[in-house]
């Protein structure tokens, strides 16, 4: 069966999405959130559960692009049979499961393209951290700034300068393709497919 | 002032990422005479609590959440008592965070917790493999594993561990204690991973782990 997918994903992955699709890699419909819903869980989880809503029902299948985002993020795939990309994070989708390991491992802070433009506000509005807190949390926690660079908007080197002193930490910038994110989007499609199908057999049955 | 008012002044401390705000606070309780114990156990363990509760309402995001869990761990360090009997243990304990997890703060918790009541801790860090804390569990003679998760995706592959205890014929001899918000919020959780206890937080660990290698040491004996 050739199913209609919609692709229900974070905006902080916006552009490769896009360009995902542009290269005809992906197909279906996009549909984004905003990336700021992860400083308001219940508004995400909320946000979330109101789409799926919507859609439940609707011919095709549904793709979640979300990682480990909201405590009951699980609860949503079996609850609307839709497919999520098995990542625990937005990072890990694009840089593979292995190099996000390996990053970790080196106490990595993984900065993506757009939250590389919010994380003056993220740090100090919504977390509320004066430099001298950031520099100290930061410092006993992560080693290094990593731009994950997909190469579809110029690194914003004002920005990782300015968070690089914010934080104390220095930065570097590691250029990923889309690759691992595009294996990853598939395997989840196949799986949200799979989903579909036994409804559909089910509608067909009624 | 009364534990609790200190443990209300704690946590907002922690949910404002006032880090000095919190270090001084620990500070003038046990300048004022409140002993370490009671600092952990009336006034920083209920705001452990209290943020696992925030956490598992959702009023907290996963950034918020974490940046007050390090001040958590702060406020613990600063009053944990010393290790003072270092040649009469408890036992040995193999800790960590499964496979993908990076959420350590309740780990290290626990693993600060278990060192202070006298057990030797051996904590693997984060993203540690199921083979891993079984081989240290078998090199160092420990009947607790305890494997840590934070989310639910991750906890998931504390399944695996269980299966390789259970495969080496282990399943009396070593016991598996999970924890992490997660379980929390999901206690069936426990028996789907295939954990043998857990506990709600670091402040009850040493309870868990006494009890788990009691019930080893009894199923080990012929």
């Not at chain 1, 109101?50 to 949503?76: F, I, K």
């Not at chain 1, 609850?79 to 491992?105: E, K, P, T």
């Not at chain 1, 001298?132 to 660079?149: P, S, T």
Request: hydrophobic share 45%; aromatic share 6%; glycine share 8%.
């Amino acid at each position: 069966m050739n199913f209609h997918t919609v692709w229900l994903s974070c905006g902080v992955v916006r552009a490769e999405m896009e360009e995902l699709r542009r290269r005809g890699l992906i197909n279906g419909e996009l549909l984004f959130l905003d990336s700021m819903l992860h400083m308001d869980p219940p508004r995400l989880e909320a946000t979330l559960t109101a789409v799926l809503e919507q859609n439940t029902g609707m011919p095709g299948c549904l793709v979640l692009v979300y990682g480990d985002c909201s405590a009951r993020m699980l609860d949503l795939v079996h609850r609307f049979r839709v497919g999520r990309v098995n990542v625990i994070n937005c990072a890990q989708l694009l840089l593979g499961r292995d190099r996000y390991r390996q990053l970790m491992l080196e106490e990595a802070f993984m900065v993506l393209p757009e939250w590389a433009q919010r994380w003056e506000h993220i740090m100090k509005s919504e977390l509320g951290l004066t430099k001298a807190v950031a520099h100290d949390l930061m410092g006993d926690n992560r080693g290094v700034l990593v731009y994950l660079d997909s190469g579809l908007v110029p690194v914003p080197e004002q920005y990782l300068v300015e968070f690089s002193a914010y934080s104390g930490l220095p930065w570097r910038v590691e250029t990923v393709t889309l690759d691992c994110m595009l294996a990853t989007l598939l395997e989840a499609q196949v799986v949200a497919k799979a989903w579909a199908g036994q409804e559909a057999e089910v509608q067909y049955e009624k | 002032m009364i534990p609790q008012i200190w443990s209300e002044k704690l946590l907002a401390t922690m949910i404002n990422a006032d880090r000095n705000g919190a270090a001084e606070l620990i500070d003038q309780a046990l300048a004022e005479g409140v002993e370490p114990w009671q600092v952990i156990a009336d006034i920083l363990d209920p705001a452990i609590v209290q943020l696992g509760c925030l956490w598992e309402e959702e009023t907290m995001s996963l950034a918020q959440s974490f940046v007050a869990s390090k001040i958590a761990e702060d406020a613990l360090l600063r009053c944990i008592p010393e290790k003072s009997d270092t040649a009469h243990t408890k036992g040995a304990v193999v800790i960590g965070n499964i496979e993908d997890d990076f959420h350590s703060l309740g780990r290290k918790t626990v693993g600060l917790f278990l060192s202070a009541a006298g057990w030797d801790v051996y904590d693997l860090g984060n993203d540690v493999p199921a083979e891993e804390l079984l081989e240290k569990a078998l090199e160092v003679n420990a009947s607790v594993i305890g494997a840590s998760a934070m989310m639910q995706t991750t906890a998931l592959n504390i399944r695996k561990l269980r299966q390789l205890i259970d495969d080496r014929g282990l399943t009396g001899r070593i016991k598996l204690a999970v924890g992490g918000a997660v379980f929390n919020w999901r206690p069936d959780l426990v028996a789907e991973v295939g954990g043998d206890g857990t506990v709600r937080n670091a402040v009850g660990a040493d309870e868990l782990f006494m009890h788990l290698q009691t019930e080893a040491q009894r199923e080990a004996t012929p």
